[in-house]
Each structure stands twice: as C-alpha cells, then as structure tokens.
C-alpha cells in the first residue's frame, strides 16, 4: 500500500494564480480531509470528505474549493491564490467503521505564493 | 470554539533524560485527545489515542494521560534518544483540534 500520497511536494505560484493540489490513498477510507498548517499554529481543517459525491467545509474553507467523484481521490482547489495561502497542505484518510481514529496523513505539499 | 496549546514550544535534552509535554485544551467535553509525532517534511504519525473513559495509555517508552476535568493532557517519555527527535502534536476529537506542536532535540 502506498498510503497517502499527494502532489506536487512544492510549489510556487504568483498571487491570482489557480492550481489543484492532488491526493490520493489507497486503503479503500470513506473520509478524507485537508488541513494547512502554518508555523505556530496547529493543523486547521479546510474541507473534508466522508463519502464520493459529499464535501462539507471545515475550519478555514474560504479560497479553497474540493470535489470527491471517487473514494480514492480528494483534490484541493485554489482558484486565485493570495500570499495568505502560503502554508503547508496536509491530506488524511481514515475509516468510517472500525477503527476510525487511525487517521493516515500524506506528507504534504509546500506551497508559497508570491 | 476548543482551543488546544502546547507549552513548550521547542525543548532540548540530552540523551537518556526522561521527559513530558503538555497538551491543554479549553473544553473539557472532547471524545478522544490523540498525540502524533511529525518528522521534518513528512506527515503525522498517530503514537496513542486515549479515549475519554480512559486517564492514560502507554506505547513502549510512551506514556499519555488524560485528566478531562483540569483540560490537560500529558505525554511521557522515558530514557529519550537521538531518534525521539521530532515535534509532538496533540489534538482533541470533537471537531479535530491541533495544538502547534512542541519541537523536541534530544542531544547525543
């Protein structure tokens, strides 16, 4: 199993720019999520997913849109990225049943936007 | 809206030296408080879950306790090495609070 893997490792982008961050895991979990982390802060949750076909926002969700159209896949849209973007982007997946609390994380995309 | 610190924010050791983190938290009406380790560039690793009926659980040289009632939550570690090395984060279920993590150095 590859776990949870995501792309671009990094990247930079001008302010206005659009880009999608990818993610995807393969252990067949219904939920998956997005946080940002920045330094001196903890991760904050940006959207999350329980299911293909369902979204729903999380803590930070402004500038930041997500769609779900398999259970493997969960990307994060910015469509006009702005220097208050810039941050660290986790993706996680875990089960809906059974052990629910083993949350898996990629390991994350450094975006900057200049 | 919960709110979880960690205090303190960076902390050096020298090896073998036995030593805890704290983890706080401003509502005590959480599920579960869970403590991952995250290594430069990499994600989060879970190491112990404590479930709210629970007051602590132990993995090898870890231990993690849990007192809902004061909002705190601890992480013992025991004879630290070069490799414990990381930042500790802990985050409380309910709505999946972090704190910012406390970045440990142990020294060889």
């Known amino acids: 199993n590859a776990g949870v893997t995501q792309t671009p490792k990094f990247q930079v982008l001008k302010t206005g720019q659009s880009m999608t961050l990818q993610c995807a895991q393969d252990m067949n979990h219904e939920y998956m999520s997005w946080y940002r982390q920045d330094p001196g802060m903890g991760l904050r949750l940006i959207h999350y997913s329980v299911g293909a076909g369902i979204t729903d926002q999380g803590e930070v969700p402004n500038g930041y849109n997500v769609s779900r159209s398999t259970t493997e896949d969960f990307p994060l849209r910015l469509l006009s990225a702005a220097p208050s973007q810039t941050s660290v982007y986790f993706c996680?997946?875990?089960?809906?049943?059974?052990?629910?609390?083993?949350?898996?994380f990629g390991p994350g995309t450094r975006l900057t936007v200049t | 809206k919960q709110e979880v610190t960690q205090i303190p924010a960076a902390l050096s050791v020298p090896e073998g030296e036995n030593l805890v983190l704290n983890c706080s938290f401003t509502d005590s009406a959480i599920y579960n408080l869970q403590w991952f380790r995250q290594d430069p560039g990499k994600g989060l690793t879970s190491l112990l879950l404590?479930?709210?009926?629970?007051r602590e659980q132990t993995s090898g040289r870890l231990n993690a306790s849990l007192d809902k009632s004061s909002g705190r939550s601890t992480l013992y570690i025991a004879a630290s090495q070069p490799g414990d090395s990381a930042t500790y984060l802990c985050?409380?279920?309910?709505?999946?609070?972090f704190g910012a993590g406390t970045r440990l150095t142990v020294k060889p």
């Open positions: 985050a409380v279920w309910g709505d999946m609070r």
């Open positions: 996680a997946s875990r089960p809906t049943s059974g052990n629910v609390y083993e949350q898996y």
């Open positions: 404590i479930q709210s009926s629970q």
